[in-house]
Nanobody
């Protein structure tokens, strides 16, 4: 599975962004997909995950109610809609694919290259 994340940019606090992650490979529909982020000087942290069917989602407390993860298996794409962005959301955002519905980064086998999100105050 190869993953290509896009959609990052520079926005102001309160704005919205939608990140996309395009996947190649025939196993996308059975893959758990996750979004993680890493801010400068900090460890990579979990943001959101979605099951292969899209029927289950789970969010970090810090983004719950503001971010929405979704997927379209026909398009081999997963999205992260980010609303009410805050400066603390500034980070490189990574999409990841795996076989386990989890918040643990090391359990995701495949990673995209990351896309920068910068939120100014």
């Amino acid at each position: 599975v190869q993953l290509q994340a896009s959609g990052g940019g520079l926005v102001q606090a309160g704005d919205s962004l939608r990140l996309s992650c395009a996947a190649s490979g025939r196993t996308f529909s059975t893959s758990v997909m996750g979004w993680f982020r890493q801010a400068p000087g900090k460890e990579r942290e979990f943001v959101a995950t979605i099951s292969g069917s899209g029927g289950r989602t789970y969010y970090a407390d810090s983004v719950k109610g503001r971010f929405t993860i979704s997927r379209d298996n026909a398009k081999n794409t997963v999205w992260l809609q980010m609303n009410s962005l805050k400066p603390d959301d500034t980070a490189v955002y990574y999409c990841a694919a795996g076989t386990t519905y989890t918040t643990i980064a090391r359990l995701y086998a495949y990673w995209g290259q990351g896309t920068q999100v910068t939120v100014s105050s």
